[in-house]
């Protein structure tokens, strides 16, 4: 079975765990499409979709470590760039027809459940005691919270 939201992903980061979710549906996007059998060029949209919306998660990530100090913040942007080279290797194997689409979505199910509750979860335990703090924090619940009676 595929990753789906659980309470274990949250980090207790408005920001992180909005995109984080994101991640989660875009991931589950694909094996809609790939089980309605969506024709090739959907499939790559979703694709692209996935791929681009995984590097915007990243930078905003790395700036959150940053704006917080985070002292590990350049093992952590290794991390990203090894995952989005592994991105763009499969994309360009589906696109020639030597990967499946199934494949990739394998792999990052495994990947993203993996990174967030080890390596990610660091990074929240990190914010929680720091004195410094992102830069438009109170902003994330404002902007990210769907019921705005709060």
């Not at 930078?59 to 942007?77: C, F």
């Not at 360009?92 to 990947?111: R, T, Y």
Request: hydrophobic share 40%; net charge negative; with cysteine.
């Amino acid at each position: 079975m595929y990753i789906h939201w659980e309470k274990e992903l949250e980090l207790g980061n408005s920001l992180i765990d909005t995109q984080h979710r994101i991640l989660v549906l875009l991931c589950r996007k694909l094996d809609i499409a790939i089980k309605s059998g969506a024709s090739e060029q959907t499939l790559r949209w979703v694709i692209i979709e996935l791929r681009k919306f995984t590097e915007f998660h990243f930078v905003s990530e790395e700036n959150l470590m940053r704006e917080i100090g985070y002292p590990a913040v350049d093992e952590h942007s290794l991390i990203h760039s090894e995952l989005l080279s592994q991105l763009d290797m499969a994309v360009a194997k589906i696109a020639h027809h030597k990967e499946f689409p199934d494949d990739m979505l394998f792999f990052l199910n495994k990947w993203l459940g993996y990174h967030v509750v080890h390596d990610d979860l660091k990074i929240a335990e990190y914010a929680r005691d720091s004195e410094k703090r992102p830069l438009g924090e109170d902003l994330y619940d404002e902007y990210l919270l769907t019921d705005k009676s709060r």
